[in-house]
C-alpha cells in the first residue's frame, strides 16, 4: 500500500471492545483498514491481509453489535 494511503496515528488512542475472534485475528503490527462509529465505538467493518469482519454478518446471524 501506498504510504500516501496509510492514515497518520490518531491524536489519541481509540479503544473498544472486540470479540475474542477479532482480538485474536489482528495481530501487533497489522496493517489494518476499520470502519466505525465514532460516538458509539462501533466496528462496522474491520479488514487485514487476513482477517475481515462486518457488523452486517453478525446482523444476519441474529447476533447483536
Not at 5 to 26: A, Y
Amino acid at each position: 500500500m501506498p504510504a500516501s494511503q496509510i492514515d497518520e496515528q490518531p491524536p489519541r488512542t481509540i479503544v473498544f471492545q472486540v470479540g475474542e475472534v477479532m482480538f485474536r485475528s489482528v495481530g501487533i503490527g497489522d496493517a489494518v483498514r476499520i470502519a466505525y462509529v465514532p460516538q458509539s465505538k462501533i466496528i462496522v467493518q474491520l479488514s487485514t491481509a487476513s482477517y475481515e469482519y462486518s457488523i452486517c454478518d453478525d446482523l444476519a446471524q441474529g447476533q447483536s453489535a
